[in-house]
């Protein structure tokens, strides 16, 4: 096929237009470089069937030649990215799949929607099914993001409905892996940078809020997986395995043998106190289950952020 992939050069972005290339695709990568870099490319530059296009989706995109199927990653993902670009990051829910979705309607494409599990806000529900509505504040510093993806699934449903496009929604679920920026902001890289630079590992709140973590190969194989169904529904795609933030801590500082020390800061305001998928859907209707072990994946990571050197760990 030949693929376009909205935020190419992010961290999970990156990592599917590997997977892509590597079975055969062609892919077109478009990215601003807002929150992705070119070192998460950079291997792809000049490879056979690669090609990067430097380009806000809030703005009109066009993609020459015929294309099968448009996935659309583009949006700042991390609360460290989309508070201090909050508008940029409704921009990219909103016109942003907009512009994607008119492209793929365009080309007779397939069209695949980067959701996240944050369109179920502080949930009420344990295990977030994908039929649950979500408890969202969207006035909060959190809503830019949630209300962007939530938008997002709602056109991408227009879409589907009023043109008969083709579409795919996934919802993500705290994806972790090699090529998060150290400076991201999200648990399983502060946690990892910190434990690496023997650093206290800060916890918000108490700890005892619960998340679920999956492994980027694995997230990437749920998504291809998606892409290749017949399925317009949103399909979670995480792990079910639910741990603390606590516990998540103790297993970073065990992987990477650090003995800094653990201090606790006031949670910020709407952080989800549990967040776990009910992944039901995504084994019966694609045969997908997680099948990278968290301590192997923390470790993987942890050898990832080590090779990136000590003045990036600072």
């Not at 529900?125 to 649950?132: F, M």
């Not at 297993?251 to 653990?262: D, H, K, M, R």
Request: glycine share 10%.
């Amino acid at each position: 096929m030949r693929v376009v992939v909205t935020g190419g050069a992010g961290f999970l972005g990156s990592h599917l237009c590997d997977h892509l290339i590597a079975r055969g695709d062609d892919v077109v990568c478009i990215d601003n470089f807002s929150t992705g870099t070119r070192s998460n490319i950079a291997h792809l530059r000049g490879r056979q069937g690669f090609t990067l296009v430097e380009h806000d989706v809030s703005a009109y995109v066009d993609v020459a030649g015929a294309v099968d199927a448009v996935l659309h990653f583009a949006s700042p993902a991390s609360p460290v990215d989309y508070t201090r670009m909050p508008i940029q990051t409704l921009k990219a829910g909103s016109l942003g799949t907009h512009n994607t979705l008119g492209l793929a309607k365009a080309k007779d494409a397939t069209f695949l929607l980067a959701s996240t599990s944050e369109v179920y806000g502080d949930p009420l529900v344990h295990p977030q099914a994908e039929q649950y509505w979500g408890n969202v504040n969207h006035l909060g510093p959190r809503g830019v993001y949630d209300e962007a993806k939530r938008f997002a699934e709602a056109m991408t449903m227009a879409y589907c409905r009023y043109h008969g496009l083709d579409t795919r929604i996934v919802r993500v679920f705290n994806t972790y892996g090699p090529r998060m920026r150290p400076d991201d902001g999200r648990v399983v890289s502060n946690f990892i940078v910190a434990a690496l630079a023997d650093e206290p590992i800060t916890i918000y709140g108490d700890g005892a809020q619960t998340r679920s973590f999956c492994f980027v190969d694995d997230q990437v194989r749920g998504i291809v997986a998606l892409l290749e169904s017949g399925e317009h529904d949103p399909v979670n795609i995480g792990s079910s395995e639910e741990l603390t933030v606590a516990e998540l801590a103790e297993i970073v500082l065990e992987v990477t043998g650090s003995t800094s020390p653990v201090r606790c800061l006031p949670l910020p305001a709407d952080d989800p106190k549990r967040r776990c998928p009910d992944a039901a859907r995504a084994r019966e209707l694609l045969g997908w289950s997680p099948s990278v072990a968290l301590r192997e994946g923390l470790g993987r990571t942890a050898e990832y952020f080590r090779s990136l050197a000590a003045p990036g760990l600072g």
